[in-house]
């Protein structure tokens, strides 16, 4: 367990390493939702972001996906690298302070304190880059990856020209190109707290240096201003009012979330300049707890007017409405939060304002087997009291369509009444009345009862009407609709031509996607409605003074066997966010070194440009030509999907596939798009 003072750059003793040499999976032979995504050096160490509408001086927390134990066999002991005056590891490094600099395109950041390239006294600096030369002239180990793509860790037998013979941990030797090692780093540099400190940031030594400080319950790891945090997936004492202390009073330093926060704070106080905690990564990586915790930080120290004690209340009710348990994650985000907190003068919080997008709708109405809708339907069906229930006609959760297909009701350990009772408490804090609350119940309710509405086809043609049952009766006293105007609404709708009005009958499958619509439609409307009470609630009206920390929680880059339009926003902000890192991590950052002359080892990143301009490029980008195709009267997903292949072939990031699909080459992999509901959204 991490505890005060367990550096692994100072005080911490690190653990012997074994007899076996490490053996690392690849990034590369990882599915895509599983990688390290982005360059081919330090960049692999984030899932990143950018967002237009952040505020300054961007703090980036990225959180990969959890490492498995496997991933490390082993480790053996110093092989005897050897270090001498022109290794890398003796040259001196000057980093120079990052000046703020001020973003274009509509993007109002300042971003400073990012890493910088390592700047060479030497004149030598070619050999800086040639890291598997060195590694070979030396004699040193060396990461090989195998065909299957692991990484092992292998001593250097012999170099003869342009091959190198080299042990492997099973006994092996291989005859190798030299070009295909790539140089580890010495003993010295295992377990270090920030990355930047490793000789050669490369896949496997990056990967390596994690898994290290992970298998010692050290889960945080600096990348320069980035912390890599991965899941735990146990309770580890990192947390608490004495580390709040700690962190608060500089006397303790290790990498934590408390200490981003800390840093974004007082540079807040410092500079009078806004700043943004990004906070990026896979599902389960841990991204709502990180924003809970950070909020935690924040409301410990800015704290005293009480309105931080609701602010964090927030977070049950966005939970409640806004989570759901998927096949990879019991407590899963199906929406994105910017939340701004504002602060006073005196650096005390003033109040806040929540800002959602991209709410998964479609979640209302369908889950995978296994998967739950959101937590609020199975902790109203288990929490309310009998006169509510009495109230709104609320059955037990397996009564309703809408929740039975998934065949998942319950997640273990947690307990829904309970958690109702804690969303209930928690709506009281933010001003939510009494009378309020059972409305959004009954609403609620209303999503549920919708789902068991059947119809009756009523002619030859597969015209269908709803049948007039407990389920339409209910949801037409609960929504407060006429009955016969609620049966017309679900199964005909209105077209207009000219001047006239023509009404159409719809059928079976029509009136499902009509009844299902409207369900989207009521909770999304319903979840909206919760958000802008909680920020009438936490408004800081005539005590804003301009200054805030903004924590943005968005979902990770997603890829399914079956992409739909939500997966296609999703992973487009993704695109947005990454190109935000990149930007201020490496761009910026070269863009500087080149205009002041300054000589220095460049760092290779991949640029997704070419991606952002495959969906923002006007005319012909794929969300100029959706918006273009869902105006036209006669416009459909088919039509949508031959429009792209037609306009889009030639950009190296779009391939056409049959029928109705398309893929997209993502920052983080390809992705197969199905365009069915595309010309349907707005």
């Not at 092989?79 to 395109?105: C, F, H, K, M, W």
């Not at 009955?483 to 719809?506: F, H, Y």
């Not at 997903?637 to 997209?664: I, M, P, W, Y």
């Amino acid at each position: 367990m991490a505890s005060v003072g367990t550096q692994s750059s100072g005080s911490e003793k690190m653990l012997p390493k074994s007899q076996n040499l490490p053996s690392l999976q690849s990034i590369k032979s990882l599915p895509v939702d599983f990688r390290f995504v982005g360059s081919p050096t330090s960049e692999r160490l984030e899932k990143s972001v950018d967002v237009n509408s952040l505020n300054s001086n961007a703090i980036c927390l990225s959180i990969p996906e959890y490492i498995g134990n496997d991933l490390v066999e082993g480790a053996e002991n110093s092989v005897g690298n050897d270090v001498s005056e022109d290794s890398p590891y003796s040259r001196t490094a000057i980093l120079i302070e990052q000046r703020p600099t001020v973003g274009d395109e509509g993007l109002d950041t300042v971003v400073k304190s990012l890493p910088l390239p390592l700047i060479s006294t030497s004149r030598s600096e070619c050999r800086w880059a040639d890291t598997s030369s060195y590694a070979t002239n030396k004699k040193l180990q060396s990461w090989f990856q195998l065909p299957n793509g692991n990484w092992e860790l292998g001593k250097i037998l012999l170099t003869s020209g342009t091959e190198s013979t080299i042990s492997l941990p099973d006994g092996k030797v291989l005859k190798v190109k030299n070009e295909s090692l790539v140089a580890a780093n010495p003993d010295i540099l295992d377990g270090v707290d920030d990355l930047m400190q490793l000789s050669y940031l490369n896949e496997p030594s990056v990967l390596y240096n994690l898994q290290y400080r992970y298998n010692r319950d050290m889960i945080y790891t600096k990348a320069g201003p980035v912390l890599v945090a991965i899941n735990p997936f146990k309770e580890v004492p990192l947390y608490g009012n004495n580390y709040i202390e700690a962190y608060k009073n500089k006397s303790m330093e290790s990498p934590h979330v408390y200490a981003i926060t800390d840093t974004a704070i007082r540079e807040m106080i410092r500079d009078e300049v806004n700043q943004s905690i990004i906070i990026s990564g896979e599902s389960g990586a841990g991204k709502t707890e990180t924003a809970k915790i950070a909020m935690q930080y924040l409301a410990a120290l800015g704290g005293g007017s009480g309105i931080e004690y609701e602010i964090l209340k927030t977070n049950p009710i966005l939970e409640a409405f806004g989570n759901a348990k998927t096949l990879r994650n019991d407590n899963s985000s199906r929406f994105g939060k910017l939340i701004e907190i504002h602060f006073s003068e005196t650096g005390k919080i003033s109040g806040a304002k929540i800002q959602t997008f991209l709410l998964e709708k479609s979640r209302v109405v369908q889950c995978m087997e296994g998967e739950r809708s959101y937590h609020i339907f199975y902790q109203l069906c288990a929490g309310a009291s009998p006169k509510l229930r009495d109230k709104i006609n609320l059955k037990i959760a397996s009564e309703y369509k809408y929740l039975r297909q998934s065949n998942c009701y319950t997640i273990t350990g947690v307990d829904d009444a309970g958690r109702f009772h804690v969303v209930t408490e928690a709506l009281d804090i933010v001003h939510v009345s009494k009378e309020n609350q059972e409305s959004v119940f009954a609403m609620l309710a209303a999503v549920l009862w919708l789902g068991n509405v059947s119809f009756s086809v009523v002619d030859n043609e597969n015209h269908v009407e709803p049948v007039v049952d407990e389920g339409l009766t209910t949801v037409a006293k609960l929504i407060g609709c006429n009955l016969g105007e609620l049966k017309l609404a679900l199964s005909t709708r209105k077209m207009r031509v000219g001047n006239d009005t023509i009404v159409q009958r719809l059928t079976l499958s029509q009136a499902i996607d009509t009844r299902d619509a409207l369900a989207k439609s009521i909770y999304s409307s319903l979840f909206d409605w919760l958000v802008e009470q909680v920020n009438k609630s936490l408004a800081v009206g005539k005590r804003r003074t301009g200054r805030s920390i903004s924590i943005l929680d968005i979902y990770g880059f997603e890829s399914f066997e079956r992409n739909s339009f939500e997966q296609f926003c999703i992973n487009y902000a993704n695109e947005r966010l990454q190109q935000h890192f990149n930007r201020h991590l490496f761009k910026l950052e070269q863009e500087e070194y080149i205009q002041d002359g300054i000589d220095w080892a460049k760092v290779e990143f991949e640029d997704n440009q070419d991606c952002l301009n495959l969906f923002e490029k006007k005319p012909l980008g794929l969300l100029s030509l959706l918006d273009e195709e869902s105006t036209f009267p006669n416009g459909t997903d088919l039509t949508f999907a031959n429009k792209l292949k037609q306009h889009l072939n030639s950009n190296s990031c779009f391939r056409g596939e049959r029928d109705k699909a398309f893929s997209v080459r993502h920052y983080a992999g390809e992705v197969n798009y199905d365009t069915t509901g595309f010309s349907g959204e707005e």
